[in-house]
């Protein structure tokens, strides 16, 4: 096609790309009375039962977290943290944070050599890695808040699935063969998840019997049998035998922490996301509002145009990321400024819609003087208003690899989403510096962004449930896949779909999907001055509801997973 008066070079971008991203993976999941999207298809029928018997979003998310734990070991967990964000049925919101916490004892020295050089294997491997697990007060919180049905009745399908065992994908298959050298380095991760016959193919059945024993103790309800008990007390054994600092005394303060959620309007809709110390909301929310002075309609899904402005808000959003957030309890985060719309017009106002602004010149926010693959997400929805956006993870895919003696949990290595030190990229390549330093009974900064996105009006319809895992690209596939539904207008498997790209400031390129580009788009932006780079790996794994005006829930699981979404 060749650009002329009445179709100009704009559009004409815009239908190309639109081209790329259109015919769906397949059909999104449709119903009216209740919605799970989840990675793994086992823990989505989990979830579906619960709220086929009368169980509400909590429930269901319960539910799904511990099957996920079962079905999903790379990044369900007992051994990790997590996010929930909920929507009541009367359309309060709640965030709810259980992000593990640094061990007491632990300081930002002990990742550092002799000349005091960053060893970057010591938050990732070995006992030094391992935050203080949060999912389990999580999950038991969130349910004596908000939950409806028994708890031990959530937790039986996930003792059945560990008990009895389940048949494992070709994905799973192929993630625990990936990871085969890292689960088998632990004496005790090797026992149950790395076969000496051969290597593990879809349909052989994976038993845990130690997690489903583990499971029957924590569906009795008390968090003491996880935090003071005889579990407590191999996390800890096998964190210190590991070369970690954890104590018991770690372990019994560990406490969830409810959090105001973040709000901000885009458009004709508000926007409600994850505060710190998630950074995912905050960034969102910053790039939403840049973007807002542009018409991204106009230059459509995909056009160099539409890469080139996300890419410059993104970049100037991640540069913010890194010098301000943390943990709010440790480090006082400017968060009103960092979202103060003339901050934020003047922000976008120093973007060129002509030229890349090389990432070395965009510094992060100043106060003014005299002021300073793998995680997992899924949404639910129960048909009475209710609506959960978790996110929850272990970091890296299989965590540290560890699993706490004789208890069947994975442990995480969360303490790689600190900053070392100043500077020093983390195993996303994302920096920080003082804001997200190493300290005792600190929460690492995380990019987790569980969003709910309702109409700005006094109504507050629901509109959109979403989130993703990913590490840094957590928050741009969030965003992409809100402006392929509110802006470019794509039917949700569609806007889940889409290949997409990422910005994270540091390094400076845009990172994108292989079919991502077409040639001329790649020039556009090459000659507006970015670096460009491909990649083979998927960027994030979204999992998204939408709901019509007429009641309609859909439901897109991201074929870049192996999720699924089913409605009723
Ligand atoms: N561990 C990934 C994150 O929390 O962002």
Redesign the pocket.
């Known amino acids: 096609m060749k650009a002329n008066k009445y179709f100009p070079t704009i559009v004409l971008a815009a239908v190309m790309a639109l081209t790329i991203a259109s015919a769906a993976s397949r059909p999104a999941a449709v119903g009216r009375n209740g919605m799970v999207v989840a990675p793994e298809a086992q823990a989505a029928q989990v979830g579906l039962k619960v709220l086929k018997s009368g169980g509400n979003a909590v429930d269901a998310s319960v539910a799904m977290a511990l099957a996920l734990a079962v079905t999903y070991p790379n990044a369900g967990n007992l051994g990790g943290g997590g996010f929930l964000l909920y929507r009541t049925p009367e359309g309060e919101f709640h965030a709810h944070d259980h992000r593990e916490t640094a061990p007491g004892a632990l300081t930002a020295g002990m990742f550092l050599d002799r000349e005091g050089k960053p060893v970057p294997e010591r938050s990732l491997r070995g006992g030094l890695a391992v935050g203080v697990p949060g999912t389990v007060a999580g999950l038991l919180d969130a349910h004596r808040r908000w939950g409806s049905l028994p708890f031990k009745d959530l937790a039986a399908p996930a003792i059945s699935l560990a008990g009895d065992g389940f048949a494992i994908s070709r994905e799973t298959a192929a993630g625990l063969n990936r990871s085969a050298t890292l689960l088998a380095a632990d004496p005790e991760s090797a026992k149950i998840f790395v076969r000496r016959d051969r290597p593990w193919q879809a349909g052989d059945v994976l038993v845990q019997p130690d997690l489903a024993a583990t499971l029957k103790q924590i569906a009795a309800g008390d968090p003491a049998v996880f935090y003071t008990g005889r579990i407590g007390r191999a996390i800890v054994e096998t964190v210190r035998t590991c070369g970690g600092v954890m104590t018991l005394e770690d372990l019994a303060a560990y406490k969830p922490v409810l959090r105001e959620p973040l709000h901000g309007v885009y458009r004709r809709y508000r926007i409600t996301s994850f505060p710190p110390p998630s950074s995912g909301g905050a960034v969102l929310l910053q790039i939403l509002e840049m973007l807002e002075a542009f018409d991204l309609s106009a230059s459509g899904y995909g056009g160099s145009r539409t890469i080139h402005l996300m890419a410059e808000a993104e970049r100037r959003a991640y540069a913010d990321r890194a010098q301000w957030m943390g943990d709010p309890e440790f480090f006082d985060i400017p968060l009103d400024r960092l979202l103060d719309p003339d901050y934020l017009a003047g922000r976008a106002g120093s973007i060129d819609p002509a030229r890349a602004t090389p990432s070395g010149r965009i510094a992060p926010y100043r106060p003014v003087p005299e002021e300073s693959p793998e995680?997992l997400h899924f949404s639910v929805t129960d048909g009475k208003g209710g609506i959960v956006a978790m996110t929850t993870?272990l970091?890296s895919s299989y965590g540290s690899g560890i699993v706490a003696r004789g208890t069947g949990i994975l442990l995480n290595n969360?303490i790689d989403?600190f900053a070392v030190a100043p500077g020093v990229p983390n195993q996303f390549g994302l920096v920080g510096g003082e804001a997200n330093a190493i300290q005792g009974g600190k929460r690492p900064l995380?990019?987790?962004t569980p969003t709910i996105v309702t109409t700005n009006a006094a109504s507050s319809r629901p509109v959109m449930a979403l989130g993703s895992p990913g590490?840094s690209t957590?928050i741009t596939s969030v965003l992409q896949v809100l402006l392929n539904v509110l802006d470019h207008h794509m039917p949700l498997q569609e806007a889940v779909d889409a290949p997409r790209f990422h910005h994270q400031w540091l390094p400076d390129v845009i990172r994108y999907e292989a079919r991502m580009l077409p040639e001329d788009v790649a020039a556009g932006l090459r000659r507006r001055g970015h670096i460009l780079e491909a990649t083979e790996r998927a960027l994030g794994n979204v999992a998204a509801i939408w709901f019509e005006n007429d009641g309609t829930i859909h439901g897109a699981a991201d074929p870049r997973g192996q999720g699924r979404a089913e409605g009723f």
């Open positions: 995680t993870t970091n969360e989403d995380s990019s987790m590490g957590i």
